[in-house]
């Protein structure tokens, strides 16, 4: 009775372990069951990496220390994978009568153990082999799943530093146009001051592509949220919320009729339902609930500067008094989502206006001097 309960659940973890792979890695699409073993590895690993992280003394230090989470967590979570099909294996094997075949090994769970290891890799050494019969089944079915197994984690992880390496070009195309860290006041007074409005037009429809390419991505692999970019003073969702503040301030419109004016409202818009629906659906992904606060990301002070910016270069926004509310009704369409995305993932939101006498990441060299070009 014991060694058929075994073989059961033994049965029974594989199958769990090989669909958890399988919703992890193949299944292309978000997962919203929530009792799941990868969900549960990630929610209390991270509760007790965070915790950490929020005690470190340094930004440097910080920052070093979260952009460790994201691969090895990933790797951790591979081994775990593996090690429970080894167990799941072991566990049958030894349910069934460890009917095994050595000179030098006595039967038993751990030389089932051993076994199952054995075969899952590959190795053959022939130190001991399975009995005839069913015992020869279960190892040529756990041999094929291990080679199965190895194939698709080889075949997971290019693709998935791929839709990274895409995320990066994104951030790192802000770096002139917007800062580091990127903000919607220094995009919009850059493009201003370069008489480049219709060139804004061209960034905000390469970030609608962009931001459908994160959505689709990190809900796929929902661990990419966790990989650090690659340049200081900028992550992912950086980029997106100053995408979304430059909509958001665009979409009150402009005085007059410049000609570019028509062409910019119109991808704003469209982009900014993109970006929103991002965060959204990130936040829901990555179980970022929306953090409503009292603390002003856009005082009237810096909505005053951002104004006066752009009207030194001679674009005017609307004048502001209906404007204003509809600017905060629109920050309030993502301002919570991007607050709770920024709590879970233990990042910061971009401000609205740009430092003064702080180097872009582009102006600056690996020792740390700028280079004043």
Known sequence: MLHMLAVLLGAAFLVMVLWETFETIVLPRGVTRKLRLTRLYYVLVWKVYGARARSADRAARLEQYLSLFGPL?????????AMGLILSFAVIQWGIGSRILS?????????????SGATFFT????????????PRIIAVTESGVGFGFLAVVIGYLPVMYQAFSRREVGISLL?????????????LRRHAAGGQMAALTDLLKVFETWTSDVMESHISYPVLAFYRSQHDRVSWLYSLTAVLDCCALVSTGFEGKPEWA?????????????????????????????????EERLT?????????????????????AAPDDALRELRGEYEPYVRGLAFRMALTLPDWTHAENVADNWQTTAWGQESHL
């Open 73 to 81: 967590s990933l790797l951790v979570l591979i081994a775990l994978w």
């Open 175 to 187: 770096d002139a146009r917007a800062g580091s860290p990127p903000s919607a006041g220094e995009l």
């Open 300 to 320: 009237p002070e810096k909505l005053r500067l951002v104004r006066e910016n752009a009207a030194e270069w001679g674009v005017v926004l609307r004048a502001p």
């Open 103 to 115: 000179d030098h090994a006595a039967a038993g769970f751990s030389t089932d153990l051993y076994m």
């Open 123 to 134: 190795l053959g050494y022939g130190d001991v082999t399975p009995g005839p019969g069913l």
């Open 262 to 294: 028509g062409p910019l409202l119109w991808q704003a818009h469209h982009t900014f339902a993109m970006a929103r629906h991002c965060v959204v659906d990130l936040a829901v992904t990555l179980n970022a609930h929306p953090i409503v606060s009292e």
